[in-house]
């Protein structure tokens, strides 16, 4: 099963350049202030970001904590490598970064057991339930077990369930956005993510739903069982 909605950046590409310099400040804020609040540090971790884009969050570890690896997987070689270019013209040490370029969510180049933290900023916005269940059974032989998955996502209210949702009353920034319960961009529904039988599909649990700082999305928490 391929996947063709893995990069987050595709929309950043397209934007004037400083609206973009905007957007990922707002990335940033967004990202760092998730690990600050739900995961605390990244010291001495193994890290991998998936769908990781421009690798934002490796642009600050004086405030999340510098892992020993971090792995960066995403679709688009490119934007991976403008990533590393960008970090390396802030002074960050990129020695600790491999970089994983894979459709199919392949981490062939991961040990089994050696990740304590994934995270995504968005991923599971574009992707089909089917497809999220792929994911995380690639992704489950690589994590430590007890060790968690971060990603974000759209969800509704269960009141609020419906084909089509429009988010413009929050007055998103950069876009309009309206999901869709079947194709990108996904939404669901908090009875529909907690009743889905992850752990018999994928080896994982759906431990927690957090609210934080961006302005439409929510943070999943995945545990490895």
Known sequence: ?????????????????TTSQQYRNDLSSWQVSAIQEHIGTLNEKVFLDI????????GHFEKIGRPDKYYAQDINSDTLAE??????SKGVDTSIFTTLVSDDFDFSLIHDNEV???WSNSLFSHLSIDSICYCLKKLNPKMKRGSSYYTSMLILPD???RSSYSW???????S?????SLRDPFHYTRSKLNNYPFIDQTGFQLKTIHKYAHPIQELVEFVRI
Request: glycine content about 8%; proline content about 2%.
């Open 159 to 161: 009141n609020l369930e």
């Open 51 to 58: 769908g990781a884009g421009t690798i934002i969050p490796g």
């Open 116 to 118: 304590d933290i994934a």
């Open 176 to 180: 309009s956005v309206t999901s869709h």
């Open 83 to 88: 990533g590393i270019e960008f970090l390396k």
């Open 1 to 17: 099963m391929k996947n063709t909605n893995i990069s987050k950046e595709t929309n950043y590409k397209n934007k004037t350049r």
């Open 168 to 174: 413009e009353h929050l007055k998103v920034k950069y």
